[in-house]
C-alpha cells in the first residue's frame, strides 16, 4: 500500500479559506467513502477531524468539512482561524482491512 | 473521560525486542477494535495492526508481518504490541488508538488516541 498524497503545506489568512487534497488510487479513496481527516499539533496525539468522507464527529466545528471526487478527498477549512495552524492527515480504507494514510499537510495561517 | 495511555517504549538495538501497552479507561474496552499506529519522527502517520474485541481477528502492515503481534488483555483493559527484530525504519512514536465497536468489522476511522510513545531502533 502505498501512501495517499497530499501537498506539503498550505497557506492562508485569518477568516479565508483553504483546501487540504488527498489523492489515492482506485483501490482505496476511489473505491470505498471511508476516508477520514485528523489535526495534529507538535508533539500531540492526532485528532479525528472527519469520517466517512463528510462526517463530523460531535464537537468539531463545521468550519472544517470533507468531500471526495473519484481518486480524490479534500478537507477544506473555512474562515481560517490561528488555532487551525497544525498538520492534517488523511486516511483511507484500503481493502483487505488495510488502512492508509496521507503524508501530512502542514497548515499556515499568516 | 475517556482515556488511553501507552508505555514500554525505549531505545532497543536493531534485531532486538520490545513490548508495548495500552492501558485503556473510561469506556467499555472489550467492545472496541483497537489499533496501533506509528510515526516516524517528522514524518506521517502509519497504521501498523488492528485486533477486535476478543482478540480472535489481527491484521497488520505488511512492513510488520511476521515481526510485530498484536494482543490485548480485556481483563486488564490492555493492548499490547510484542515487536520484534527490530529495524532503524520502526523508529517512531506509537499510537494506540480505539477503531469502534462493530460487531464484524472495525469502524474506518481513529478514534480517541493515546498520547504515544517512542521507539528508537539503533546501535
Known amino acids: 500500500q502505498s501512501a495517499l498524497t497530499q501537498p506539503r503545506s498550505v497557506s492562508g489568512s485569518p477568516g479565508q479559506s483553504v483546501t487540504i487534497s488527498c489523492t489515492g488510487t482506485?483501490?482505496?479513496?476511489?473505491?470505498?467513502?471511508?476516508v477520514s481527516w485528523y489535526q495534529q499539533y507538535p508533539g500531540k496525539a492526532p485528532k479525528l477531524l472527519i469520517y466517512d468522507v463528510t462526517r463530523r464527529p460531535s464537537g468539531v466545528p463545521d468550519r472544517f468539512s470533507g468531500s471526495k471526487s473519484g481518486n480524490t478527498a479534500s478537507l477544506t477549512i473555512s474562515g481560517l482561524q490561528a488555532e487551525d495552524e497544525a498538520d492534517y492527515y488523511c486516511c483511507s480504507y484500503g481493502g483487505r482491512y488495510t488502512w492508509v494514510f496521507g503524508g501530512g499537510t502542514k497548515v499556515t495561517v499568516l | 473521560d475517556v482515556q488511553l495511555v501507552e508505555s514500554g517504549g525505549g531505545l532497543v538495538q536493531p534485531g532486538g525486542s520490545l513490548r508495548l501497552s495500552c492501558v485503556a479507561s473510561g469506556f467499555t474496552f472489550k467492545s472496541y477494535w483497537m489499533s496501533w499506529v506509528r510515526q516516524a519522527p517528522g514524518k506521517g502517520l502509519e497504521w501498523v495492526a488492528n485486533?477486535?474485541?476478543?482478540?480472535?481477528?489481527?491484521y497488520y502492515v505488511d512492513s510488520v508481518k511476521g515481526r510485530f503481534t498484536i494482543s490485548r488483555d480485556n481483563a486488564k483493559n490492555s493492548l499490547n504490541l510484542q515487536m520484534k527484530s527490530l529495524r532503524g525504519e520502526d523508529t517512531a512514536v506509537f499510537y494506540c488508538?480505539?477503531?469502534?465497536?462493530?460487531?464484524?468489522?472495525?469502524?474506518?476511522?481513529?478514534?480517541?488516541w493515546g498520547q504515544g510513545t517512542l521507539v528508537i531502533v539503533s546501535s
Open positions: 488508538a480505539s477503531s469502534g465497536s462493530g460487531s464484524y468489522y472495525p469502524d474506518n476511522w481513529f478514534d480517541p
Open positions: 482506485s483501490s482505496d479513496v476511489g473505491v470505498y467513502n471511508y
Open positions: 485486533i477486535n474485541q476478543d482478540g480472535t481477528e489481527k
